[in-house]
């Protein structure tokens, strides 16, 4: 295999889709590109950057229609099965067969790319040790938790050793444990056997490992590089402040990105914010805005380089987060406690989902709620919502005990749920109306608050839901979830698959939302959102592992100032090393 | 492309093909509501048609109404007891008999008028008939008993009188009901049933089988394997081909032991013919799938395209011979119209042998038809 | 008051967003209601009993003036068209056989000299009977045929006459009788559907969990779920009505107000049985095989094709269970017989037990299938 030559070359290739509503949709505009092989390269970009298009095109499932693209050699156009015959490619869902077994779904994929069967002894070993699949083999793949999912889809992939990988957003929806896993089965694939791979990705972090980036945007290839070299755009840019006393990391970081003329970008971390300065600001302005709030230089990344483009080229367009103005509920922000959980327990037949979770947020407050994928998360954020009874313990929201009230309660609640769950078939503006009557909302009073939550969020209320990028999608959901003014909003993995613009535009939103007296509760598997959190609680097995600011957790950890993704890590391998046995329990 | 030798051989079609059916098979076997519609159903259906479903009239109310009681009038109405067909009971007048009748407790009313016997004599005696024409079916038929037995009567009455009436000759009707001289319906519903459960372990069934995997996502994964299209369609159809033989195995037990329908055809050929239109109509089935790529599309679309039709059309209840031009037109282009004609056949009448080439002929020529269409619609693309 | 209005405002938003997702397409705008219409023209014209232009042949030894006669009556009749002639016996089962003819009239050689003898003359009627129906109503027509032909041979020798007259359908036409029926029978086959998918394929698309946290309560979510397929079902049954009414010109005798009542009933008891397959299923599939299931059987033991008093016993208590029977009985009666309520009140009362028992039962299940 030659060094020199090219994987996969494109050569100005375009591919457009009837837009719904008449006209066209150009999803991939004119790319032109050159993979080497044996590396590893990222493909990265915000929603409907085109991404997906074209990884679908290299596996020969959609056809350019100009220009021409050639995989391993091969012209596309020509003879795409044979390339199909050697390639592996997981989308982003991969289609597993819910009613096979783990082995079943290996076995079938294996047969297909005709594994010998001595070869498939090992191989499988290999496959299901590195995957940690070995003890649920003879599990239905339904019945496998969303990281486990992820990771059987790629050992399919990899029955054999395929001539060029091709993975579309991996680690969407995979918790960071699952995701380091993904991550160090590929590494050393790349490593030992020279494997080709192209992966698209929304983490910037998993970006920064790759030998190669190419950066897309609308359909265009903005850039293309090495991930150090391509961070140089934002040297000397970047910087780190601390909030002043009396104020949180998340209110200094609303106020620096909203001053989208001198800051790029800003995130908390650590308890203080980094941002970015846009490179024709005046110092100065910069100073003043900060208003004496010292900032500190700090070394560049990719993400900071990426956001940069990313703000070039979208201009205001993606990046302006809804502004809310939403009347705040009674009560205001406060001390008093709005959710109380006490000795939380879910059964199902003999296997403990949540065992034994206590619990308090306040008013106001933004409460994190993470843990990795089976970990008791969403079955604990189903009984807050009314959605499942507990098996026992005290579960009390918005002053009502769920026992009793469940329908008074849910009156009072917003609810955004994990993937986006409204109608894909009507309108912006028909899904609004409909959640706004269900909560008894009607006549000028719902029309209101329709268009209100329309403009505040920037949508289209002719746009049919189903086909919205989906940042948009995730922007409808919340604007139903807030239609009645809920006093308490809950979010299941809002942002999953959400691009870093979009996320802080929701972030954004979450902070005014918390200002003006809104209860927020929230999962994530993005540790770094975790830092937007006033509280974070780790779950594990059913299990609460720790619970206070991230700061504390990070503490907790063993490394106040480390990223929360090392501390999360940390902290459920604690936990799982005194409990002994609690993967059986997790999956 | 000597750059990137391939590391590996693709595996030939059969292991391919021996991969995707085992996950086809495992598929099947384990799905309930699957295993219901194509197990349970037929065996619900086959006892339904064979006990439920049946034409023939027996014992059908009629009230009498005998205004006029003399003997003449008293033996015509005795003729009317004497058959299995109608059970006469007696109304005192005609008010009471259209009570019973609109009540639904009488299907027909027989009125013998006051002026009866006089008018016997006279020869242009009359016997009113009243029927409830909305089961036109079996009003026709109550017609044609009544009017047999006072036909019978007259008959006898005549020939008691001796031969003076008769100055000409007169013309007697032998009839010969060919391949079901009892005229039992049971006897063409039963191998109509065989037409039905195939079309629905067909066309439903399978429907959705495709439909599913682009729901479900999984075509996107599979598409990117050595596997043609080709091989993905007749995965599906094999095991469905299973089932299907396993039904129509469970029909021509009950038709032969349970129901005792004559099977005059060899077995051989309508196992056959059978087989080729479980094809068919499978394929029709797979064709609406990958079309619609929507389950409730799918299966709705295959209810209205082949189930309903099959029912209704193919000349299963309903003679085609019956029907305008254009209904035939539409009829004829049914593949169930040809193998009911043809089943028909087989059970009733025998070996036609031009007739079972022609039939099998075309289902032959709809299967490849079919084969195609469905590839073609099965590209290996997400457009 | 205030909250009851505000509990209808409710389940008005439900309906109408249900409404909106089935009807929104125009693709799937056509698949509710153009089933309805072309079924039942084609079944109009195709599901028929009535023999019209059946093709019969014959052959005739004779020659004779009386059987030339004879077969004039027949081919007069409009029911009979002659197809072919044969010159051999042996040609019958060619035509028998292949469908080519319905029934063969086999007139022998000395039929003209037997009549003109004054003896009784055979003439052999040979039927297709593949299909018994058919060939049982061929041979009444020919039966009637051959009397009336007798009657004009030697001066009336019965002597007695049957007048016949037939109610509510004076022509005794089979589709007078099979078209009102289909209009139970076609709108349940979707709506039942419809209600059956209603709450599986939220719960496969992950929008169930979004309705269940609002305010609404089961019942309320039943009601919404409920009324869009009534109101399809309605529609349905009107479109074929119509057709019935004015394309086939079959005369209503009985009141709208009536049968729509009873189509009311009929469609809120097969909605109800629809719902409850519907949160007993976790998948559409299921929802769909399983609605099929039941849809087959209740079909078949209405009363559409073949009446229910020639069932046997047990499949005719089993009956009382279906809505579809009660439904075909009412539209039958009060389209064709002019039945006012009363006469018709005893077929609501199981259509009013099925409604009451399956649409608590689909609240109930809605509820209880949660966790």
């Known amino acids: ?587 | 492309m000597s750059a990137f030798p391939s590391s590996q051989r693709a595996p030939g079609f059969v292991r391919r093909f021996v991969a995707l059916l085992r996950k086809e098979t495992r598929q099947l076997l384990r799905d309930k509501s699957n295993l219901a519609v194509g197990l349970l159903l037929p065996v619900a259906l086959i006892l339904l048609f064979g006990y439920g479903l049946s034409f023939d009239v027996k014992n059908a109310p009629i009230a009498v109404v005998m205004e006029d009681r003399s003997p003449a009038a008293r033996e015509v109405v005795e003729g009317l007891r004497g058959t299995e067909y109608l059970a006469p009971v007696f109304a005192s007048d005609m008010a009471e008999a259209e009570r019973l009748m609109r009540a639904h407790e009488v299907d027909g009313i027989v009125r013998v008028p006051t002026d009866f016997s006089r008018r016997l004599n006279t020869g242009d005696a009359r016997i009113q008939l009243l029927l409830n024409g909305v089961d036109s079916t079996s009003a026709t038929v109550i017609e044609a008993y009544v009017t047999g037995a006072v036909g019978i009567w007259a008959q006898h009455r005549a020939d008691r009188a001796g031969n003076k009436a008769s100055v000409g000759g007169s013309v007697e009707v032998m009839q010969r009901v060919w391949f079901n001289e009892a005229g039992e319906s049971r006897w063409y519903l039963v191998p109509g049933l065989v037409v039905l459960v195939l079309t629905l372990i067909g066309a439903f069934l399978s429907s959705m089988l495709i439909a599913r995997e682009w729901e479900r996502g999984t075509l996107e994964s599979l598409f990117v394997t050595p596997v043609r299209p080709l091989e993905i369609v007749l995965s599906k159809l094999v095991p469905y081909l299973v089932i299907g033989g396993i039904d129509l195995a469970m029909c021509l037990v009950a038709a032969r032991f349970l129901f005792r329908v004559p099977i005059q055809g060899s077995l051989a050929v309508i196992v056959t013919a059978s087989m080729l239109y479980l094809t068919v109509s499978l394929l029709l089935g797979l064709f609406i799938s990958a079309v619609t790529r929507n389950q409730f599309d799918a299966s709705q679309l295959a209810m209205l395209a082949s189930y309903m039709p099959a029912t209704m059309l193919s000349g299963f209840v309903f003679d085609l011979r019956n029907v305008p031009a254009v209904i035939r037109v539409v009829a004829q282009a049914l593949p169930a119209t040809h193998f009911m004609g043809l089943v028909k056949t087989l059970f009733l009448a025998g070996n036609n042998w031009p007739m079972i080439l022609r039939d099998c002929g075309i289902l032959a020529l709809y299967a490849l038809a079919l084969v195609f269409a469905t590839r073609a619609r099965l590209q290996k693309t997400l457009e | 008051m205030e909250t009851f209005v505000s509990s209808l405002a409710q389940i008005g938003a439900l309906i109408r967003k249900e409404l909106l997702a089935l009807l929104k397409e125009p693709s799937s705008r056509a698949l509710m209601f153009c089933p309805a219409l072309i079924q039942s023209l084609l079944f109009g014209y195709g599901a028929t009993y009535d023999l019209v232009h059946a093709p019969y042949a014959v052959l005739d030894l004779s020659g004779g003036r009386a059987a030339t006669e004879l077969l004039a009556r027949v081919d007069g009749t409009g029911v009979f068209v002659r197809t072919a002639t044969l010159a051999s016996p042996t040609r019958i089962s060619d035509v028998i056989d292949d469908y080519d003819a319905l029934m063969v009239l086999s007139i022998p050689s000395d039929f003209q000299d037997r009549l003109d003898a004054g003896q009784r003359a055979p003439l052999q009627v040979i039927l297709d009977g593949r299909n018994s129906s058919t060939a049982g109503l061929a041979a009444g027509y020919v039966g009637t045929i051959v009397a009336e032909f007798n009657a004009s041979l030697g001066g009336g020798v019965s002597g007695v006459r049957v007048e016949r007259r037939a109610w509510f359908n004076p022509n005794l036409e089979s589709r007078w009788n099979i078209m009102p029926a289909l209009i139970g029978a076609l709108s349940m086959l979707q709506t039942l559907m419809i209600a059956a998918l209603s709450v599986a394929r939220e719960r496969e698309q992950g929008t169930f969990d979004q309705l269940l946290v609002t305010p609404l309560t089961p019942m309320q979510i039943l009601i919404g779920k409920a009324v869009p397929a009534i109101l399809i079902g309605l529609m349905q049954s009107t479109i074929i009505l119509v057709i019935i009414r004015f394309w086939f010109r079959i005369p209503m005798n009985g009141s709208l107000g009536v049968l729509y009542l009873g189509l009311l009933t009929f469609t809120v008891a097969s909605v109800g049985v629809g719902l409850s397959i519907s949160a007993l299923s976790l998948t559409m599939q299921e929802a769909m095989l399983y609605s099929f299931l039941l849809i087959m059987p209740l079909m078949l033991l209405s009363g559409l094709l073949t009446p229910v008093r020639n069932m046997p016993e047990v499949l005719r208590i089993a009956t009382w269970a279906n809505p579809l029977r009660f439904c075909t009985s009412i539209v039958r009666r009060v389209y064709l017989e002019g039945a006012g309520l009363s006469d018709v009140a005893i077929d609501f009362i199981p259509l009013l037990i099925m409604g009451a028992i399956t649409l608590p039962l689909a609240a109930w299940l809605f509820r209880n299938r949660l966790s």
């Open chain 1, 1 to 587: 295999m030659s060094e020199s030559v090219p994987i996969v070359v494109a050569e100005g290739i375009t591919k457009t889709f009837d837009a719904p509503g008449g006209g066209r949709l150009t999803a991939v505009d004119d790319v032109s590109l050159s993979v080497r092989a044996g590396e590893l390269t990222a493909l990265v970009g915000p929603d409907g950057a085109g991404k997906t298009t074209l990884l679908r095109m290299m596996a020969g499932l959609l056809k350019p229609d100009t220009g021409r693209l050639y995989v391993l050699g091969v012209d596309l156009a020509k003879e795409a099965q044979s390339v199909q015959d050697r390639i592996g490619y997981m989308p982003q869902r991969f289609g597993l067969y819910d009613d096979l077994s783990v082995r079943e779904n290996l076995d079938l994929y294996a047969d297909l790319h005709g594994v010998p069967e001595d070869a498939r002894r090992t191989r499988f070993a290999r496959l299901l040790e590195m995957t940690e699949l070995a003890r649920f083999v003879d599990r239905s793949a339904g019945k496998l938790s969303g990281g486990m999912k992820q990771k059987l889809g790629l050992a399919c992939t990899l029955v054999r050793l395929p001539d060029l990988l091709l993975l579309d957003e991996p680690s969407v929806g995979v918790d960071p444990l699952s995701r380091r896993e993904l991550w160090k089965i590929v590494r050393q694939l790349v490593d030992a056997e020279t494997l080709s791979v192209i992966v698209s990705t929304a983490y910037m972090d998993e970006a920064e490992r790759c030998a190669q980036v190419f950066v897309m945007n609308e359909g265009k290839m903005l850039a293309e590089g090495v991930p150090k070299a391509m961070a140089e755009a934002a040297r000397g840019l970047t910087f780190v402040a601390q909030p002043p006393p009396g104020a949180t990391a998340r209110e200094l970081q609303a106020r620096l990105i909203d001053a989208d003329a001198l800051i790029v970008d800003a995130v908390p971390s650590g308890g203080a914010v980094r941002f970015i300065r846009q490179p024709e600001a005046d110092e100065r302005a910069v100073d003043a805005l900060l208003d004496g709030i010292r900032r500190q230089a700090r070394p560049e990344e990719l993400e900071d380089a990426f956001m940069m483009l990313l703000r070039r080229h979208r201009g205001d367009d993606g990046a302006a987060p809804p502004r809310v103005a939403l009347r705040t509920p009674a009560g205001g922000v406060g001390e008093q406690a709005v959710i109380v959980v006490r000795d939380l327990v879910r059964k199902f037949g003999d296997f403990t989902a949540v065992a034994g979770a206590s619990f308090e947020v306040a008013r106001g407050e933004v409460f994190g709620l993470l843990g990795p994928n089976g970990a008791g998360k969403t079955t604990t954020f189903r009984m807050l919502c009314g959605l499942l009874p507990a098996t026992s313990g005290h579960l009390e929201v918005a002053g009502l005990n769920l026992r009793t009230a469940r329908a008074r309660a849910r009156g009072k609640i917003g609810y955004v749920a994990q993937k986006f769950a409204l109608y894909g078939n009507l309108t912006v503006r028909e899904n609004l109306e409909f959640f706004g009557g269900a909560y008894g909302l009607r006549g000028k009073v719902l029309r209101e608050r329709v268009s209100a939550a329309i403009e505040a969020f920037g949508l289209e209320a002719a746009a049919v839901s189903g086909i919205l990028p989906l940042g948009y999608k995730q922007r409808l959901a919340m604007a139903a979830g807030l239609l009645h003014e809920p006093e308490i909003l809950f979010l299941d993995e809002p942002t999953s698959g959400i691009d870093p613009l979009a996320r802080r535009a929701f972030w954004r939103t979450i902070t005014a939302l918390a200002a003006s007296g809104v209860t927020i509760v929230v999962t994530t598997h993005f540790m770094e959102e975790a830092e937007y959190c006033d509280r974070i609680a780790i779950l594990d097995a059913g299990r609460m592992l720790a619970l206070g600011t991230p700061r504390e957790v990070k503490e907790r950890a063993g490394d106040a100032d480390g990223d929360m993704n090392g501390a999360f890590i940390a902290i459920v391998e604690h936990g799982r090393v005194r409990s002994g046995n609690v993967l059986e329990a997790a999956a």
